[in-house]
């Protein structure tokens, strides 16, 4: 375990460090969009008028909702998803270590498991730590946010994460090709970015999962929507299953 966690550590920290500069960057910039927020409108293609305009609608809150987790966790942190479950199993295999981690005096369950959490762990906390950080960083403009919403949005951020990593790491249990599985991933995000901003078959859309209309209910409500919630945790539950089914199965 103390191995697998080493192996997280570093590109989570780099990962925490990049989502909070941009964290901070976004609220640095925040007084200019709300002055100019037209004339951005009026400058963008007609697919992102409409993100402008919830950017803008909703004060600060929407501002940062989508700058935060909408443009910066879905953006980079889905990225992360993918590092961190790529190489579970198929970066051993494509190494030719496979067969010497699966020869370590531990079930395969475990082995598994242990490697899951950890890079759970490494792509959900920095999502909460930089959430954390919010409503001091808003302070420099007089704003505020509630500590306890802003959790519960980091929760629904972090099942979105989940369902990638899970894909990608379910992927990994059956490959011995991690960058071929990283291209391929990262183009199937890129589309599902792309239809969430195409009007008719937005719905289609993973990222419909955590758009500013799923944040927005989130603050009004101070709670999480569980007609959303159950289904993302029952998803990722599955595909570790197949993934714990798969690994039991797989061969060096």
């Given at each position: 375990m103390e191995r697998t966690v080493r192996s997280y550590l570093l590109p989570a920290l780099g990962y925490l460090v990049v989502l909070e500069l941009m964290l901070f960057a976004a609220i640095w910039y925040w007084p200019d969009f709300r002055e100019n927020v037209g004339t951005f409108r009026n400058m963008a293609p007609a697919a992102l008028k409409g993100l402008i305009d919830a950017f803008g609608?909703?004060?600060?809150?929407?501002?940062?909702?989508?700058?935060?987790?909408?443009?910066?966790?879905?953006?980079?942190?889905?990225?992360?998803?993918?590092?961190?479950?790529?190489?579970?199993?198929?970066?051993?295999?494509?190494?030719?270590?496979?067969?010497?981690?699966?020869?370590?005096?531990?079930?395969?369950?475990?082995?598994?498991?242990?490697?899951?959490?950890?890079?759970?762990?490494?792509?959900?906390?920095?999502?909460?730590?930089?959430?954390?950080?919010?409503?001091?960083?808003?302070?420099?403009?007089?704003?505020?946010?509630?500590?306890?919403?802003?959790?519960?949005?980091?929760?629904?951020?972090?099942?979105?994460?989940?369902?990638?990593?899970?894909?990608?790491?379910?992927?990994s249990v059956h490959s011995s090709r991690p960058a071929r599985l990283a291209l391929v991933m990262l183009f199937m995000s890129t589309l599902q970015f792309a239809l969430y901003l195409v009007k008719g078959i937005t719905h289609f859309s993973l990222y419909r999962l955590s758009d500013l209309n799923v944040y927005a209910k989130i603050l009004l409500r101070s709670e999480l929507d569980l007609r959303l919630v159950l289904p993302m945790v029952?998803?990722?539950?599955?595909?570790?299953?197949?993934?714990?089914?798969?690994?039991?199965?797989?061969?060096?």
């Open positions: 609608s909703g004060g600060v809150s929407s501002y940062v909702n989508g700058q935060h987790f909408f443009k910066g966790c879905n953006t980079l942190g889905t990225a992360a998803a993918v590092l961190f479950s790529m190489g579970a199993v198929a970066g051993e295999a494509h190494r030719g270590t496979l067969e010497i981690w699966l020869a370590r005096p531990f079930t395969r369950r475990r082995l598994l498991l242990e490697r899951w959490i950890a890079g759970a762990v490494a792509l959900c906390v920095p999502v909460f730590l930089t959430s954390a950080t919010i409503p001091e960083l808003l302070k420099m403009h007089g704003e505020s946010m509630d500590y306890g919403d802003l959790m519960l949005c980091s929760v629904q951020q972090s099942l979105l994460l989940l369902i990638v990593y899970s894909i990608t790491f379910l992927w029952g998803v990722i539950a599955v595909l570790l299953a197949f993934s714990l089914h798969g690994f039991e199965r797989r061969t060096p």
